[in-house]
Nanobody, 122 residues
Framework: QVQLVESGGGLVQPGGSLRLSCAAS????????MGWYRQAPGKQRELVAA???????NYADSMKGRFTISRDNAKNTAYMHMNSLKPEDTAVYYC????????????????WGQGTQVTVAS
């Protein structure tokens, strides 16, 4: 089993930055891919970014160049740095863990965090 706990969300002005963290418990963290999904009010949940255990990354087109996903396997923690935030980035952000295919293709990862709210507003 893997448990995921997100932190770092909050209120930020347009153009600002935030860093989300995802602390994982469980000995298999280092072999799982990690990712971030988000869900805005009235919209479907969408994949934001994913990273393999070896550090290969993938991003949704609208996040490329603004968001950076990373991980520290020694700390069992994944991160997402978000820059140049826009009001349309407002959503609940969820950390996920599973195989690469489950996260990026099937869009059905097994392990989810509880979510952290990010609000971009002036």
């Amino acid at each position: 089993q893997v448990q995921l706990v997100e932190s770092g969300g909050g209120l930020v002005q347009p153009g600002g930055s935030l860093r989300l963290s995802c602390a994982a418990s469980g000995s298999i963290f280092s072999i799982l891919a990690m990712g971030w999904y988000r869900q805005a009010p009235g919209k479907q949940r969408e994949l934001v970014a994913a990273i393999t255990a070896a550090g290969i990354t993938n991003y949704a087109d609208s996040m490329k160049g603004r968001f950076t996903i990373s991980r520290d396997n020694a700390k069992n923690t994944a991160y997402m740095h978000m820059n140049s935030l826009k009001p349309e980035d407002t959503a609940v952000y969820y950390c996920v863990a599973d195989s690469w295919a489950a996260i990026t293709t099937r869009l059905a990862p097994r392990y989810w965090g509880q979510g952290t709210q990010v609000t971009v507003a002036s």
